[in-house]
DNA sequence: AGGAAGATCTACT
DNA sequence: GTAGATCTTCCTA
C-alpha cells in the first residue's frame, strides 16, 4: 500500500455536515490479519442530535448511542435490519453527531471482500451501508475505535483527487430535515442510488 | 418476556 | 415501486 497519511481529530471536530463533504474521496481502509480492506468513500450522510429526528441520537443518549457525543473522530456502529451501520463521530465542543458512511470504491482486498459477500458484479460489492460493512467484516465490535491513527482496525486515510460534490435527501429517512444532508461524488458508479 | 421500530437489502412485479 | 425477511435494541409489564 501506498504512503498513509491520516488526518488529526481536529478534521472531525466540525459539524457533521463539513465532515460529510470531507470525507468524499478519501480512503477508508480496515485491517484484516496482513491485508487491508477498503477503498474510496463516495457516498455520505450527516446526523445531528437531538434536533435532527432521523438522528440516533433523537430522544436522548442512551448506553447503545453514547459514543455519538464522545470524541470526534471514532468510529460508532449500530445496527438495522440485520446490518451494521458505520459513521464517523464528526461534531463540535459539546455537540453531537456523525457521518453514515453510505458507499464505497473498493480498491484493497477486492477478493477477501468478494468472499466476505458474494456478489457478481464489483458495483454491488460495497454501494450501501449494509453492503460495505459485511464486505469489510465491520460489526459492533468495532464501535469506538479512532479513524485518527493508522496502527487502528480501521482506519481513514488522505486521497488527491478532484471531484464535484452531489447531494439529496438522505435515504430511506422516514422523518427528514428539510436540507440536503446526503453528499456523494457526481458521476461515480459505486454510489448506491442514482437519486439526486 | 413480548412487542415495536428501524439511517436495509433482495427479489419480485 | 413495493413487499417481506431479518436482527439488535429499547420500552413496558
Do not use: C
Given at each position: 500500500m501506498m504512503t498513509v497519511e491520516v488526518f488529526p481529530l481536529r478534521f472531525?471536530?466540525?459539524?457533521?455536515?463539513?465532515?460529510?463533504?470531507n470525507l468524499l474521496g478519501k480512503f477508508l481502509f480496515k485491517r484484516e490479519d496482513d491485508a487491508f480492506l477498503g477503498g474510496l468513500i463516495v457516498e455520505t450522510e450527516a446526523y445531528y442530535g437531538f434536533e435532527d429526528p432521523a438522528s440516533r441520537a433523537f430522544g436522548g443518549i442512551k448506553n447503545y448511542n453514547i459514543t455519538m457525543q464522545e470524541e470526534p473522530g471514532r468510529v460508532f456502529i449500530y445496527n438495522v435490519h440485520k446490518y451494521w451501520m458505520l459513521n464517523i463521530v464528526a461534531h463540535g465542543p459539546n455537540r453531537i453527531g456523525a457521518v453514515l458512511i453510505r458507499a464505497l470504491q473498493p480498491t484493497e482486498g477486492i477478493e477477501i471482500m468478494k468472499r466476505n459477500r458474494p456478489v457478481r458484479e464489483i458495483t454491488d460489492l460495497t454501494t450501501g451501508p449494509g453492503k460495505l460493512t459485511l464486505a469489510l467484516g465491520i460489526d459492533k465490535h468495532l464501535n469506538g475505535v479512532p479513524v485518527t491513527s493508522s496502527e487502528s482496525q480501521i482506519f481513514v486515510a488522505n486521497n488527491n483527487v478532484k471531484f464535484e460534490i452531489g447531494s439529496s435527501r438522505r435515504i430511506g429517512v422516514k422523518k427528514d430535515l428539510n436540507q440536503n444532508l446526503r453528499f456523494f461524488i457526481k458521476g461515480n458508479e459505486f454510489v448506491s442510488t442514482k437519486r439526486e
Amino acid at each position: 500500500m501506498m504512503t498513509v497519511e491520516v488526518f488529526p481529530l481536529r478534521f472531525y471536530e466540525e459539524s457533521p455536515e463539513i465532515v460529510a463533504k470531507n470525507l468524499l474521496g478519501k480512503f477508508l481502509f480496515k485491517r484484516e490479519d496482513d491485508a487491508f480492506l477498503g477503498g474510496l468513500i463516495v457516498e455520505t450522510e450527516a446526523y445531528y442530535g437531538f434536533e435532527d429526528p432521523a438522528s440516533r441520537a433523537f430522544g436522548g443518549i442512551k448506553n447503545y448511542n453514547i459514543t455519538m457525543q464522545e470524541e470526534p473522530g471514532r468510529v460508532f456502529i449500530y445496527n438495522v435490519h440485520k446490518y451494521w451501520m458505520l459513521n464517523i463521530v464528526a461534531h463540535g465542543p459539546n455537540r453531537i453527531g456523525a457521518v453514515l458512511i453510505r458507499a464505497l470504491q473498493p480498491t484493497e482486498g477486492i477478493e477477501i471482500m468478494k468472499r466476505n459477500r458474494p456478489v457478481r458484479e464489483i458495483t454491488d460489492l460495497t454501494t450501501g451501508p449494509g453492503k460495505l460493512t459485511l464486505a469489510l467484516g465491520i460489526d459492533k465490535h468495532l464501535n469506538g475505535v479512532p479513524v485518527t491513527s493508522s496502527e487502528s482496525q480501521i482506519f481513514v486515510a488522505n486521497n488527491n483527487v478532484k471531484f464535484e460534490i452531489g447531494s439529496s435527501r438522505r435515504i430511506g429517512v422516514k422523518k427528514d430535515l428539510n436540507q440536503n444532508l446526503r453528499f456523494f461524488i457526481k458521476g461515480n458508479e459505486f454510489v448506491s442510488t442514482k437519486r439526486e
